[in-house]
């Protein structure tokens, strides 16, 4: 039920791109949310954090933090849409908490939530 399998992950830069380019984004605190609406894409999701965090180290721990929050919120969320969470200097030094309650705000307001 809370497993995120391989093939819940966008791959490769041309997808990446697709959400990018021709998605709507939202912005929090946070994170940062790209959505498209694409039947070949459905339900996938990327997560990304900017050089401008830090180190990789650093990179890799807000990449960790966004994958669980939305690895644990993801049956909320609905699936006909492809979202990149992209994390943002304020969750460098955050719990995951904070982002759980960060990615439904943000869900909410872009009305992909389900209660």
């Given at each position: 039920m809370?497993?995120?399998?391989?093939?819940?992950i966008l791959r490769?830069?041309?997808e990446f791109?697709?959400?990018?380019?021709?998605g709507h984004s939202l912005a929090n605190r946070e994170m940062v949310i790209y959505i498209l609406?694409?039947?070949?894409l459905n339900g996938k999701v990327g997560f990304a954090a900017?050089?401008?965090?830090?180190?990789?180290?650093?990179?890799?721990?807000?990449k960790r933090i966004l994958r669980e929050a939305y690895r644990l919120n993801q049956h909320n969320i609905k699936k006909n849409c492809a979202i990149i969470l992209v994390g943002r200097k304020n969750l460098v030094e955050a719990?995951?908490?904070v982002a759980i309650k960060s990615l439904k705000d943000i869900?909410?307001?872009a009305k992909i939530w389900i209660d």
């Open positions: 809370f497993e995120l399998g391989r093939n819940k490769g830069k041309n791109n697709k959400v990018h380019s021709k609406e694409d039947e070949n900017g050089k401008k965090l830090g180190c990789a180290v650093i990179r890799n721990r807000v719990k995951c908490e869900c909410k307001r």
